[in-house]
């Protein structure tokens, strides 16, 4: 009594304190429960969050200065108390991290014990070229990772149809690797659910309504991972589609490639994975687009928006 009115605190104090908030963290980990943020109604969702397939940001523990330990399905940190659907041991503090086991189902298959830091660069643009223009990191290797990225997503220039290619006379090489590129693009535009000439437009010309925004992610450590997307619902609210397992360009550079649609039917997401670089593109979808009338087995042709009906979890194949 006498250090409280002396304005110090006992240990029998702190000891009170600290089970005061262990208590109110339990209680905002009960309520948060397991379920995937959405996005409010009429607004676009978030566009520069996740952290990857597999390896997507699950709290705020995930990004920033904060922190998260992972004990099996428990996890807990900056962001408070939370159950996961995965069987992890490790943490995360800031962007350092030590991890081993399966990590969130939600976010895909993902397998793997690795000791990593990483660093992110972002920024936003009107078409693909301006995003790799803009783009700018310092770790080595990632111009050697940035042309590869352009080579898969060179679907996305004009010019990028084959026939036309051949009509402008281009060099045979040059003409097989465009080749390739229509053939990233094409699985790509059936795992994001709209039609190809419509997804080459779109990263081409942008859209009046959102930026494309991209962030690349550098992590440099020891380990190794294996992930798989099957198309459900991640913690971002995209299903996720493992594309170009059978694309010559993903296997000839040896790169891994996501992607699908945001559940609201407004934005899509490509993954790629270029050695230790991560390119996530995320894009606004082409409107008016019904992800109802897109899956519906009975819709045979493109509406004049340019969608066409997603793939199936089982139709494409993961890397």
Same mark, same amino acid.
């Given at each position: 009594? $006498?250090?409280?009115?002396?304005?110090?605190?006992?240990?029998?104090?702190?000891?009170?304190?600290?089970?005061?908030?262990?208590?109110?963290?339990?209680?905002?980990?009960?309520?948060?429960?397991?379920?995937?943020?959405?996005?409010?109604?009429?607004?676009?969702?978030?566009?520069? !969050?996740?952290?990857?397939? !597999? /390896?997507?940001?699950?709290?705020?523990?995930?990004?920033?200065?904060?922190?998260?330990?992972?004990?099996?399905?428990?996890?807990?940190?900056?962001?408070?108390?939370?159950?996961?659907?995965?069987?992890?041991?490790?943490?995360?503090?800031?962007?350092? +991290?030590?991890?081993?086991?399966?990590?969130?189902? $939600?976010?895909?298959?993902?397998?793997?014990?690795?000791? @990593?830091?990483?660093?992110?660069? *972002?920024?936003?643009?009107?078409?693909?070229?301006?995003?790799?223009?803009? %783009?700018?990191?310092?770790?080595?290797?990632?111009?050697?990772?940035?042309?590869?990225?352009?080579?898969?997503?060179?679907?996305?220039?004009?010019?990028?149809? =084959?026939?036309?290619?051949?009509?402008?006379?281009?060099?045979? @090489?040059?003409?097989?690797?465009?080749?390739?590129?229509?053939?990233?693009?094409?699985?790509?535009?059936?795992?994001?659910? %709209?039609?190809? /000439?419509?997804?080459? $437009?779109?990263?081409?010309?942008?859209?009046?309504?959102?930026?494309?925004?991209?962030?690349? *992610?550098?992590?440099?450590?020891?380990?190794?991972?294996?992930?798989?997307?099957?198309?459900?619902?991640? +913690?971002?609210?995209? $299903?996720?589609?493992?594309?170009?397992?059978?694309?010559?360009?993903?296997?000839?550079?040896?790169? +891994?490639?996501?992607?699908?649609?945001?559940?609201?039917? @407004?934005?899509?997401?490509?993954?790629?994975?270029?050695?230790?670089?991560?390119?996530?593109? +995320?894009?606004?979808?082409?409107?008016?687009?019904?992800?109802?009338?897109?899956?519906? =087995?009975?819709?045979?042709?493109?509406?004049?928006?340019?969608?066409?009906?997603?793939?199936?979890?089982?139709?494409?194949?993961?890397?």
């Amino acid at each position: 009594e $006498r250090e409280r009115e002396a304005g110090r605190s006992s240990p029998a104090g702190d000891v009170r304190a600290a089970a005061m908030s262990l208590f109110g963290m339990l209680g905002a980990g009960r309520e948060r429960g397991c379920s995937p943020p959405s996005s409010a109604s009429g607004q676009s969702p978030d566009a520069s !969050g996740g952290a990857g397939a !597999g /390896d997507g940001a699950s709290g705020a523990g995930k990004q920033g200065g904060g922190w998260e330990v992972n004990l099996g399905p428990l996890a807990f940190g900056s962001f408070g108390i939370d159950l996961k659907p995965q069987f992890k041991v490790g943490a995360q503090v800031a962007n350092f +991290t030590v991890e081993a086991g399966l990590g969130d189902l $939600r976010d895909g298959i993902r397998v793997g014990a690795e000791v @990593e830091a990483s660093v992110e660069a *972002k920024t936003t643009g009107r078409t693909l070229a301006e995003l790799h223009e803009n %783009i700018s990191c310092e770790t080595p290797g990632f111009r050697e990772a940035l042309e590869a990225a352009r080579q898969l997503m060179a679907f996305a220039i004009p010019g990028s149809s =084959p026939s036309r290619a051949v009509a402008l006379g281009p060099a045979p @090489e040059q003409q097989g690797e465009m080749s390739k590129a229509v053939s990233v693009g094409r699985q790509i535009a059936e795992a994001v659910g %709209i039609n190809y /000439d419509a997804l080459t $437009r779109l990263l081409t010309a942008g859209t009046p309504r959102a930026p494309i925004s991209l962030r690349v *992610k550098a992590s440099v450590g020891v380990g190794a991972s294996a992930s798989v997307c099957l198309g459900w619902c991640d +913690t971002k609210g995209y $299903r996720m589609l493992g594309v170009g397992g059978k694309a010559k360009a993903v296997i000839s550079i040896g790169a +891994t490639v996501f992607a699908g649609r945001h559940i609201s039917g @407004e934005t899509a997401k490509v993954i790629l994975g270029i050695g230790n670089f991560t390119f996530e593109y +995320t894009f606004p979808l082409p409107r008016p687009f019904s992800p109802s009338a897109a899956s519906s =087995p009975t819709e045979s042709t493109a509406s004049p928006g340019g969608e066409s009906p997603p793939a199936a979890a089982t139709g494409a194949a993961a890397p």
